[in-house]
């Protein structure tokens, strides 16, 4: 807790929120001044993440992050700030932000808050893809693809696109043909993967394949448990909940 403290003083020094003017989000650009390295990443003996200790640098990444947002989104678009922002980071740090995102947005009525909440469960893999697709048909009538457009991490034909893949391993696959249509139509011209894609669905509709149901490991089960507690403790320390 010492060192989290240290290190907030001295990437945060009495950060004010400075976004209350701003009335849109500008385009992201990755930040080539932050380098993660994986080396700094402390792991347990079998070579997993450790998410009941964490490394200086490892601290840095997610504080960084987090003043990102803070700095840079109106409360308003926090949320989907959390999102945007996130999806370039990797290793540990990724899955505490992620899930930090989830425990801070996932009882809101705010459409917006929502789908950033789907996006989030998106990426946090086969056991958490009810919860993404509940949130995103919670949404997705509330978000436009012009919404979609200023963030640069979540253009309409990617959402779209991710969507489509959860429904197919749902079996739902009238609705993966719907949006990958829909990616289609906002992605590149004359992208010969999609036509195939389509097609493959197509043939999925009229065979309706099934498979079996997602069973997750003990290890997976006890890795989100150590993700969630990791989460409300970075929610806690840096006092996340007024974010």
């Given at each position: 807790?010492?060192?989290?403290?240290?290190?907030?003083?001295?990437?945060?020094?009495?950060?004010?929120?400075?976004?209350?003017?701003?009335?849109?989000?500008?385009?992201?650009?990755?930040?080539?001044?932050?380098?993660?390295?994986?080396?700094?990443?402390?792991?347990?003996?079998?070579?997993?993440?450790?998410?009941?200790?964490?490394?200086?640098?490892?601290?840095?990444?997610?504080?960084?992050?987090?003043?990102?947002?803070?700095?840079?989104?109106?409360?308003?678009?926090?949320?989907?700030?959390?999102?945007?922002?996130?999806?370039?980071?990797?290793?540990?740090?990724?899955?505490?932000?992620?899930?930090?995102?989830?425990?801070?947005?996932?009882?809101?009525?705010?459409?917006?808050?929502?789908?950033?909440?789907a996006l989030a469960y998106?990426?946090?893999?086969?056991?958490f893809r009810e919860n993404?697709?509940?949130?995103?048909?919670?949404?997705?009538?509330?978000?436009?693809?012009?919404?979609?457009?200023?963030?640069?991490?979540?253009?309409?034909?990617?959402?779209?696109?991710?969507?489509?893949?959860?429904?197919?391993?749902?079996h739902e696959y009238e609705?993966?043909?719907?949006?990958?249509?829909?990616?289609?139509?906002?992605?590149?011209?004359?992208?010969?993967?999609?036509?195939?894609?389509?097609?493959?669905?197509?043939?999925?509709?009229?065979?309706?394949?099934?498979?079996?149901?997602?069973?997750?490991?003990?290890?997976?089960?006890?890795?989100?448990?150590?993700?969630?507690?990791?989460?409300?403790?970075?929610?806690?320390?840096?006092?996340?909940?007024?974010?």
């Amino acid at each position: 807790m010492t060192l989290l403290k240290n290190i907030l003083n001295i990437i945060m020094p009495n950060s004010a929120n400075k976004s209350g003017s701003q009335n849109k989000v500008p385009k992201y650009c990755s930040d080539t001044n932050w380098t993660q390295d994986s080396s700094q990443s402390i792991t347990t003996s079998d070579g997993r993440y450790d998410l009941k200790h964490f490394s200086k640098h490892e601290l840095e990444t997610i504080i960084y992050i987090v003043r990102i947002i803070k700095d840079k989104y109106p409360l308003e678009l926090r949320s989907m700030g959390f999102a945007n922002e996130s999806s370039p980071i990797k290793y540990k740090p990724r899955y505490v932000l992620w899930e930090i995102l989830v425990q801070l947005y996932k009882d809101s009525d705010n459409p917006i808050d929502k789908f950033a909440c789907a996006l989030a469960y998106e990426t946090k893999g086969a056991l958490f893809r009810e919860n993404a697709l509940q949130k995103f048909e919670e949404s997705i009538n509330y978000i436009t693809p012009e919404f979609m457009q200023q963030f640069i991490s979540y253009s309409p034909s990617c959402v779209y696109m991710k969507f489509s893949r959860l429904y197919e391993s749902n079996h739902e696959y009238e609705k993966a043909l719907y949006y990958t249509e829909l990616g289609q139509k906002y992605g590149e011209n004359n992208n010969p993967n999609f036509d195939k894609r389509i097609d493959d669905l197509i043939e999925k509709v009229k065979r309706n394949p099934r498979k079996r149901k997602y069973n997750p490991s003990k290890e997976t089960l006890e890795f989100e448990r150590d993700v969630e507690n990791a989460a409300k403790y970075f929610i806690k320390e840096l006092n996340l909940t007024q974010i």
